[in-house]
């Protein structure tokens, strides 16, 4: 085995022996492996309790993945936390902000250069998405009840990404209330402009319409992109406020939306 290979096993990568020799455990033996020291085993602990879901074993495998420190292992914790879907919301939205400090909390001051929704940093937020359609009723509750800025935001990527990918027609209320509570938080200002990228009514275009001639650049640009992802079309005056790297972008959008839409 090479040092690279060594080096993947350290941080949890399994094989199909691993996998195999595993096979056999029951629910509290992969449990109680949860806890091993070595990640290979965590791994395939997390890797076999598909086998038994339920709010215990979710439950459970979200408290390891809150501190869990290795790659490969956060991997399968996270994928058999999607196998579990609708036993898992819940507790991921619990996690949402929590885990790591790789989540996106300030406005980015530049563009973003794809017609696809971006990923979310937030690890519980990127599981969630994964989820699909059975996690959108859970976070529209979720972002109309919580009080906390970052999880706000970081349950907004999740929801904007869910809605965006799988074409999901649904209202902006949700949002209209949050920026109603909080119209002067510029950050999730931000967030609900990416994320009314999929939603198309009459207040997401009104909000995107002033979003683009307000705020700082990266908000800008933010609006920018959405409004050219829903087709909405930008009233002269407005356009010909565009500052250089505001045409560079739509520009550069505009090709990738006719490119998508000839290969459709």
């Not at 949050?178 to 275009?205: M, Q, V």
């Amino acid at each position: 085995m090479n040092s690279s290979a060594i080096k993947r096993r350290e941080r949890g990568e399994v094989n199909e022996a691993d996998i195999t020799h595993f096979a056999s455990f029951d629910e509290p033996e992969l449990l109680f492996l949860l806890y091993s020291k070595i990640p290979v085993e965590r791994s395939c602990a997390a890797i076999h309790l598909w086998k038994y879901q339920s709010p215990t074993v979710v439950g459970r495998l979200c408290q390891q993945l809150a501190i869990e420190k290795k790659l490969y292992t956060k991997i399968a914790l996270c994928e058999t936390l999607a196998k579990c879907a609708e036993l898992s919301i819940e507790p991921l939205i619990g996690l949402l902000g929590k885990i790591g400090k790789n989540q996106e909390t300030k406005i980015p001051g530049t563009g973003f250069y794809k017609v696809s929704y971006p990923l979310p940093r937030d690890i519980a937020a990127r599981t969630i998405c994964r989820l699909g359609t059975v996690g959108i009723l859970p976070l529209d509750k979720f972002i109309k009840s919580s009080k906390d800025i970052n999880t706000l935001a970081q349950a907004i990527h999740a929801y904007g990404h869910i809605v965006y990918s799988n074409k999901i027609k649904c209202s902006s209320s949700p949002l209209q209330e949050l920026y109603a509570r909080h119209p002067k938080n510029d950050f999730l200002k931000y967030t609900i402009t990416r994320c009314l990228s999929g939603i198309h009514d009459e207040w997401a275009k009104s909000f995107l319409l002033e979003s683009i001639q307000t705020g700082c650049k990266g908000l800008r640009l933010e609006a920018l992109r959405s409004l050219l992802l829903l087709k909405i079309e930008i009233p002269g005056n407005i356009q010909n406020g565009f500052s250089a790297e505001m045409q560079k972008l739509e520009s550069f959008l505009k090709k990738k939306l006719i490119k998508k839409s000839s290969r459709c």
